[in-house]
């Protein structure tokens, strides 16, 4: 950990790498939390793996990758929501062949690329050393739309979350809301591709927010933990990759992973220990 600190204080690649993973912490914290409420996880998986086919085809044509992933995440977002508001018969099946297609897509776009397409890689499977610091604007104006965002449009969000029948019954517009939340989900897999790659995009995206969601109830609260949990993971995980030279992706998320773990069954040995006691004091 010394060494990690003093080359830290030395090297900008390694004060670019945190800054990259302090400013996706901040988006999965945020848009995290509606995953895990919502329980929209295998949909942002979706988004996420479907993402492949953008960046291929920016790549191929020249274009900035981050771009076409952009593009490709929203579009599907749309689609994918789209299918569940309107064919709920086939929901699961659709949105598993949106993920493979996408992935098939990419990969027949890398294959016609000249070349080797390294940067392509590291947004596959994640390398947080190489995010440019040019990366960083674009990585701090996706956070402010998000954070925009939902502070703008925060109760219906709340609403369509927690319950879509009551928002509409209400006059909340359910499907634009919902399709909103689902691109928010798609420029926050942007964001995190650059830190842990698409491949451990939705471990990123889901775990700090499940393990709030084990001693925190409230939305808002939830939100601040899981942003807090993210950068502690992306920092610890950077730092504990550094000396050993291991991939800092894979261990943030097996850091976040162990920590949710133990998370679980510390929440559920105090559930155990509240119902004991309130079955002895009746």
């Not at 492949?52 to 044509?61: D, K, P, V």
Request: hydrophobic share 60%; with cysteine.
């Amino acid at each position: 950990m010394n060494e990690f600190l003093l080359a830290l204080g030395q090297h900008a690649f390694l004060q670019t790498a945190l800054l990259a993973g302090l400013l996706a912490s901040l988006g999965c914290g945020v848009i995290g939390t509606f995953v895990v409420v919502k329980r929209i996880a295998f949909m942002a998986g979706g988004i996420a793996h479907s993402v492949l086919g953008g960046m291929g085809a920016a790549l191929y044509y020249g274009v900035d990758p981050l771009l076409g992933a952009l593009s490709a995440a929203i579009f599907t977002a749309l689609l994918i929501g789209t299918i569940r508001l309107f064919w709920k018969t086939q929901e699961d099946t659709l949105i598993g062949a949106l993920w493979a297609v996408g992935m098939a897509i990419g990969i027949l776009f890398i294959a016609k690329t000249p070349g080797y397409a390294n940067d392509l890689m590291s947004f596959l499977f994640g390398n947080i050393l190489l995010v440019p610091t040019r990366e960083l604007w674009f990585m701090a104006a996706l956070d402010l739309i998000l954070i925009l965002t939902v502070a703008i449009f925060y109760r219906p969000f709340l609403a369509v979350t927690f319950d879509e029948e009551f928002a509409r019954l209400r006059g909340v517009p359910v499907a634009f809301f919902y399709l909103l939340l689902l691109c928010l989900v798609a420029v926050t897999v942007v964001l995190l591709i650059q830190v842990v790659g698409l491949i451990l995009v939705i471990a990123l995206l889901t775990l700090p927010a499940a393990i709030a969601g084990h001693y925190v109830h409230s939305l808002g609260g939830m939100m601040i933990i899981a942003t807090l949990l993210g950068g502690m993971f992306t920092a610890l995980g950077l730092a504990l990759s550094y000396e050993p030279d291991l991939p800092a992706g894979p261990t943030m998320i097996l850091l976040a992973g162990s920590v949710y773990l133990l998370s679980a069954l510390l929440s559920q040995a105090l559930r155990w220990r509240r119902a004991r006691h309130q079955a002895t004091a009746r």
